[in-house]
């Protein structure tokens, strides 16, 4: 006989999807969390290293990736840069409690949180069998309440407040099908490149957007714009693309530099760095 106990509108599945400061306070004083618990903050890398709960593991994933890790193509351990912590992780993510963070996350019931990279990334974990729960009220509030349990860097000059990648615009973006490379037989309906049931903000900057002074991230359609490429003063363009012409190649105004790969998750696209950051 199957029983299921409720509370108010969240059922006891809902309500024990995650676990309080007091909970994580009292793992940390035992010495038993060390242990047996694997703490991992999906926070950006500079606020990771700002300031984060001690023995935590950063977790941040771009947002250009969150399309991957939606449809499955995305391991969570390639997320992770450091080889120790990677190690770490792989080694005890199916046997110890695995505890996620964010900035602030209060309910799981809030709008939004299911969709979102914390949402999908502790779906991710329960799917692939670990015990992963999220910390109710995220950094913030640990932080507040006990401050002995967190590793500040006094020399870190990043804000603790405003991520660098909202100051490069790259902090909603998103490929969508406006902007495609033509490739998209990777993309399919419910994947987080459409604005209904997707991760992202529905706020999304418009194409091109500014990375730095004088360098843009734009798409197929941007670079076949005459009147886009004059009002930005473009003139070199960098395309990531197999099958996409330079399409004012021949006029003498521009410069490409072509790299033939596809936009997939199994493209390894640290090798064409050195080439590409040299065009630029």
């Known amino acids: 006989m199957k029983i299921t106990l409720w509370k108010g509108s969240r059922d006891v599945t809902e309500m024990m999807s995650s676990k309080s400061v007091e909970w994580l306070q009292e793992e940390l004083e035992s010495g038993l969390g060390v242990s047996s618990l694997l703490l991992l903050d999906c926070r950006s ?8 709960i001690e023995s935590a593991i950063n977790l941040a994933i771009p947002g250009l ?44 019931q809030e709008t939004g ?53 909202s100051v490069l615009g790259l902090g909603g973006l998103r490929i969508s099908s406006d902007c495609s490379d033509g490739e998209s037989s990777d993309r399919e309906p419910g994947s987080a490149t459409e604005s209904e049931g997707s991760p992202l903000p529905n706020n999304q900057p418009a194409f091109p957007v500014q990375i730095l002074p004088y360098l843009y991230l734009g798409c197929a359609k941007d670079s076949a714009n005459l009147d886009v490429l004059g009002k930005y003063n473009i003139k070199y363009i960098l395309n990531v693309t197999p ?6 190649e021949h006029d003498g105004d ?3 530099k072509q790299i033939p790969i596809s936009d997939h998750w199994s493209q390894n ?4 760095f050195p080439e590409a950051i040299s065009f630029i």
């Open 254 to 256: 521009f410069k490409y």
């Open 113 to 165: 949180l299911v969709s979102s990279v914390l949402g999908l990334l502790l779906q991710k974990l329960r799917d692939d069998g670990c015990k992963a729960f999220y910390l109710e009220g995220g950094f913030n509030k640990f932080q507040t309440e006990y401050p002995e349990h967190c590793e500040t860097n006094l020399d870190c000059s990043c804000p603790s407040s405003s991520p660098p990648a």
């Open 45 to 52: 890398h500079e606020l990771y290293e700002s300031s984060h």
């Open 243 to 248: 099958n996409l012409p330079n399409m004012f």
């Open 269 to 272: 696209l640290s090798q064409f």
């Open 65 to 108: 990736m969150l399309r991957r890790l939606k449809k499955g193509n995305l391991p969570i351990r390639s997320i992770i840069p450091n080889n120790e912590d990677k190690e770490k992780f792989v080694k005890r993510c199916k046997t110890d409690t695995v505890l996620l963070y964010d900035e602030a996350t209060t309910d799981w």
